[in-house]
C-alpha cells in the first residue's frame, strides 16, 4: 500500500474526483506502481566510427518507447573500459531494473545476434582512450562465464516468427571487448 501525505485541498480534490472516478484512479495507482524499469545502453564512437549505430537505434527506441508500464531509460556509454566498470554499476543501483539491455556493433555480424553467455576474461582489445581492461578482465574476482537470465532461444524464436525483416540468431561468447 503507497501512502501520500495530503494537503487539505488536495484531499477535497480527490474526493470529488473519487466521487466522480472511483475506478479509474485506483487502477491508476496501481499501474503506477507496477511499472517495469527498464535500461538500455548504446556505445559511444569507436575506431573510424565518428557514429555509433548501436547508439542511433538506442535513441530510436527511445522515441517508439515500450509501452505506458514501462519506464524506460537510455544511456550512451563511451568505449572506455574505465567508464563501463564504473558506469554500469551506478545505473544498476540508480535504478534497480528490472532489465538491462547494451546493444553493440559488430562489422562481421549479417543478423540481429542475441548473446546468452558473456566471459569475464580475455578484454585485450584497446578501448578509445588506447587502454585495456585492467588484468584483460571485465569484472575483478567476478564469475568466469555469466549467462543471461533470459533464455535467448525464446526470445529468438519469438522474433523470428514476426514480418521482421531482420532474422535472430544465439551467441553463447559475447565477445571480448567494452
Known amino acids: 500500500m503507497m501512502c501520500i501525505v495530503l494537503t487539505t485541498a488536495q484531499k477535497r480534490a480527490i ?12 487502477i491508476c ?6 511499472k517495469k524499469t527498464v535500461i538500455v545502453t548504446g556505445f559511444g564512437p ?12 538506442v535513441k530510436q527506441l527511445k522515441k517508439i518507447g515500450l509501452g505506458d508500464d514501462i519506464d524506460l531509460f537510455i544511456y550512451e556509454i563511451p568505449v572506455e573500459y ?5 558506469q554500469v554499476p551506478e545505473l544498476w543501483n540508480n535504478h534497480k531494473p528490472d532489465l538491462v539491455v547494451h546493444v553493440g556493433v559488430s562489422g562481421v555480424a549479417k543478423e540481429i545476434t542475441l548473446e546468452q553467455k558473456a566471459h569475464n ?33 525464446i526470445v529468438c524464436n519469438k522474433v523470428n516468427v514476426t514480418n521482421c525483416k531482420a532474422k535472430t540468431v544465439i551467441s553463447h561468447d559475447a565477445g571480448r571487448f567494452v
Open 15 to 26: 474526493g470529488i474526483l473519487r466521487i466522480k472516478f472511483s475506478s479509474q484512479i485506483k
Open 29 to 34: 495507482i496501481k499501474l503506477r506502481m507496477n
Open 46 to 57: 569507436f575506431g573510424s566510427h565518428a557514429v555509433n549505430a548501436s547508439w542511433e537505434c
Open 82 to 86: 574505465s567508464t563501463v566498470k564504473k
Open 121 to 153: 576474461k580475455g578484454y585485450n582489445r584497446k578501448d578509445v582512450q588506447n587502454c585495456i581492461a585492467d588484468d584483460e578482465c571485465c569484472v575483478q574476482g567476478g564469475d568466469e562465464c555469466i549467462t543471461a537470465g533470459l533464455n535467448m532461444e
